[in-house]
């Protein structure tokens, strides 16, 4: 099992940044990606951005440019810097690991909300 625990949401303006945490503990061997995903009220979850062990990125195109996603591997620990936020950027944040290639670990999400 992998715990994923987020921080970092709030309220922020249009134009704002947030820095999103997601620290990982447990069985953390194996993990082969980490990622963010995010749901507006009534959307489905979709994916912001992923990074893999190898440090490869992959961002949705609505936050190519803004969001810079990175990862702190001596401390298990994912970040989303968040930057030139916009209202329809408001949902709540998953934190996601992959392990092993076969599981799929979520966090418990932070919320996100920014203010035109």
């Known amino acids: 099992q992998v715990q994923l625990v987020e921080s970092g949401g709030g309220l922020v303006q249009a134009g704002g940044s947030l820095r999103l945490s997601c620290a990982a503990s447990?069985?953390?061997?194996?993990?082969?990606?980490m990622g963010w995903y995010r749901q507006a009220e009534g959307k489905q979850r979709e994916l912001v951005a992923t990074?893999?062990?190898?440090?490869?990125?992959n961002y949705a195109d609505s936050v190519k440019g803004r969001f810079t996603i990175a990862r702190e591997n001596a401390k298990s620990t994912l970040y989303l810097q968040m930057n030139s936020l916009k209202p329809e950027d408001t949902a709540v944040y998953y934190c996601w690991v992959l392990r092993s290639l076969t599981y799929n670990y979520w966090g418990q999400g932070t919320r996100v909300t920014v203010s035109s």
């Open positions: 447990g069985s953390i061997f194996g993990i082969t990606a």
């Open positions: 990074i893999t062990n190898g440090g490869t990125t």
